[in-house]
T-cell receptor
Framework: GDSVTQMEGPVTLSEEAFLTINCTYTATGYPSLFWYVQYPGEGLQLLLKATKADDKGSNKGFEATYRKETTSFHLEKGSVQVSDSAVYFCALIDNTPLVFGKGTRLSVIA | DAGVTQSPTHLIKTRGQQVTLRCSPISGHKSVSWYQQVLGQGPQFIFQYYEKEERGRGNFPDRFSARQFPNYSSELNVNALLLGDSALYLC??????????????FGPGTRLTVT
């Protein structure tokens, strides 16, 4: 079945550091890909999405590019802030509702 | 506009009991999905409803059931609770089901603790 694998956390960075969270997927069809963010005590918020190969999703300084050849959708941000501390989930939709990775906890220290 | 709302926020139940969780979608949204998020894991799909009909079911036992009402709100029921049912239960609404065409908006969740 469809699955998402993302890098294990936690990830701890200093403010203004560069962030990469790796995500790879397995799908039988041609999925849409997402990154969701979960702040402490809250539900999930959609951060960005891409629906076809080579699409780049972007929001709030975060970016991810749909790479079909490597089945990847890595999340990047050039300069993280303390307010970016949260859990980040990579997810896909193929012929089923959302399939999520296990999440990566990011802590940004001042 | 109000987002997805869920009630209650927190719930503590004893093994063997039954629980009902409620979800109100965003106005105009006709599809509701339920997910279970165990601590430290990503959410797992339980059910999807659209126009009051079940459109999908995840790999969960028959103790889990759900329904959608004419106003598109939804209930998730879990019978014969087990310790392993302790989790955050998330509801998401969208205009309609679809492969990523319709964004799913998540509620804050109901934290269920089974003792």
């Amino acid at each position: 079945g469809d699955s998402v694998t993302q890098m294990e956390g936690p990830v701890t960075l200093s403010e203004e550091a560069f962030l990469t969270i790796n995500c790879t997927y397995t799908a039988t069809g041609y999925p849409s890909l997402f990154w969701y963010v979960q702040y402490p005590g809250e539900g999930l918020q959609l951060l960005l999405k891409a629906t076809k190969a080579d699409d780049k999703g972007s929001n709030k300084g975060f970016e991810a590019t749909y790479r079909k050849e490597t089945t990847s959708f890595h999340l990047e941000k050039g300069s993280v802030q303390v307010s970016d501390s949260a859990v980040y989930f990579c997810a896909l939709i193929d012929n089923t509702p959302l399939v999520f990775g296990k999440g990566t906890r990011l802590s940004v220290i001042a | 506009d109000a987002g997805v709302t869920q009630s209650p926020t927190h719930l503590i139940k004893t093994r063997g009991q039954q629980v009902t969780l409620r979800c109100s979608p965003i106005s105009g949204h006709k599809s509701v999905s339920w997910y279970q998020q165990v601590l430290g894991q990503g959410p797992q799909f339980i059910f999807q409803y659209y126009e009051k009909e079940e459109r999908g079911r995840g790999n969960f036992p028959d103790r889990f059931s759900a329904r959608q009402f004419p106003n598109y709100s939804s209930e998730l029921n879990v019978n014969a609770l087990l310790l392993g049912d302790s989790a955050l239960y998330l509801c998401a609404s969208s205009l309609a089901p679809g492969q990523g065409f319709y964004e799913q908006y998540f509620g804050p969740g109901t934290r269920l603790t089974v003792t």
